[in-house]
């Protein structure tokens, strides 16, 4: 280390006498003796090393797979039980019984209305063409999106995603306010979706990931439109940590983030069967005794921007909904004071040597 540190003197030290260089190699050495010369990419130290989360049965979160690629370290992981909804798990963030969670930015802008104290810290799930919600009718079932007046329709919780996306489709398609409104929302478990269309409980099912890619295999349904078909590739959600944690935590709300966001931008640049391999991994590792097949139906992360990066334009696609939908005043909620890319590993500004 000694050596380095000397080699890093001006190149004006060839004209150093011999017994002046002597001397700054021994002021050198005592100042490493002495742990004076710490390398300038130390990292600083963490004000927390254990983060709360709630996961997900048979599949691996972004958080998860940061750890397990060693982005966290020293921060470590406590896995507090599983979630089943984003609601449910970023209303446990503000609750402070958890240090991150992630939910649909509608649902996320609506708590931050009711004067939540969160920020989104780095979105984590999308849409594209691979990965992807689709709206499902049996084969006789209703073609257009008048057919749903009157109807039932599967989604998996209320005031979230699924829901926002079946109302922008049926305003899209022509439906008044009121007709709209007669169309029922059912909150119903993912894993019971396809059973409900078949057995005629719901008209419509949201399915996705494994779910939609077994009923499909089954046959007999098809889909009525997918979320991608309004809204192309989009990020659609955002772990969020409450304000008071990253005041109080900055370094380690860094360290959390950045780790996060790295594992994104792994994810969404390795082959999938590597990606797949390494959640199989994971989750035999942490022995949960859970069911991991679905892991084998991944195919990719859906997140639009480079490890998460969060925008005005993503956010502000679901304020105008807010505010058109009548839940939200004009300007009462401002999208760049509903998130922060400033501990994001790939954020703006970010030199190649900070990396």
Partial sequence: MMNAIFRLLPARRAGLGQATR?????????????????????????????????????????????????????????????????????????????????????AILKLIAAK??????????????????????????????????????????????????????????????GEARQVTLVAIPPVSGEQALRQGQVEVSALGGVLRDKALERGGIRSLFVDTDLFGQFTGGAYVLRDKFIKDNPNASRKLVEGISRAIEWAQTTPPEEVRARFDKIIAERKRNEDA??????????????????????????IDWLVKDGLFKPGQVKASDTYTNAFNYFRPGKTAEAR
């Fill in 293 to 318: 097949s679905s892991i084998k139906y991944w195919k990719s992360t859906g997140v639009a921007s480079k490890g998460g990066l969060i925008s005005d334009s993503e956010i502000l696609v679901w």
């Fill in 22 to 106: 002597n001397t700054l190699r021994v002021l050198l050495a005592g100042a490493v003796a002495l742990g004076l010369t710490a390398p300038a990419f130390a990292e600083p130290p963490l004000e927390k090393t254990e983060i709360r989360y709630q996961g997900s049965a048979g599949q691996v979160t972004f958080i998860e797979l940061a750890e397990d690629l060693g982005y966290l370290a020293p921060l470590k992981l406590k896995w507090v039980g599983n979630t089943i909804s984003g609601p449910q798990d970023i209303q446990t963030v503000v609750t402070g019984d958890i240090v991150i969670g992630g939910a649909f930015y509608g």
């Fill in 116 to 177: 939540a104290p969160v920020k989104a810290v780095v979105g984590y799930y999308g849409s594209d063409a691979n990965t992807y919600y689709g709206y499902f009718v049996k084969g006789d079932s209703p073609k257009t999106a008048h057919d749903l007046i009157g109807r039932k329709v599967a989604v998996n919780t209320l005031g979230a995603h699924l829901e926002f996306v079946l109302r922008e489709y049926l305003a899209r398609s022509g439906l008044s306010a």
